[in-house]
């Protein structure tokens, strides 16, 4: 059975270029995909990555969110015919925030799969601000 691979939009972000490349274009802005994958095919729909959680939660950052309507998550999937409680597995690149920011939208059942050591990473406060602490109103 063929697997396809379907690309999510989960919106932009706009950020000092330096944030990519560490003194590079000091000062200048750039704007950058936010994307995820979702593989169908198989037995169960599999997500990888699932973005940030909130434009707000980037301004922690200093970063601007440009997520809108279309690039919720679930309205993501819905173009693909997939619910939340449809994904089985969701798999992530990596942590950082604008990775890994709505996991907790999924059902208990979903099955996440991270590297072991990209989630010591995540909990060491070795990079930090890149994993911050969502307030209650981000």
Excluded: W
């Excluded at 959680?53 to 809108?68: A, P, W």
């Amino acid at each position: 059975m063929p697997l396809e691979i379907k690309i999510l939009d989960y919106g932009d972000i706009e950020l000092e270029s330096s944030f990519l490349v560490l003194g590079h274009n000091c000062g200048r802005t750039r704007r950058v995909l936010t994307l995820g994958f979702l593989i169908l095919g198989g037995p169960y729909p599999v997500l990888v990555d699932t973005g940030y959680r909130s434009n707000q939660i980037m301004e922690t950052l200093g970063m601007r969110g440009l997520q809108f309507h279309e690039n919720m998550i679930e309205n993501q999937l819905a173009r693909h015919g997939v619910r939340m409680g449809d994904v089985r597995f969701v798999c992530h690149t990596h942590l950082h925030i604008d990775h890994a920011g709505k996991d907790d939208l999924f059902p208990m059942n979903t099955t996440v799969v991270v590297n072991r050591k990209e989630l010591e990473y995540s909990v060491s406060g070795l990079m930090h601000p890149q994993y911050p602490r969502p307030t209650s109103s981000i």
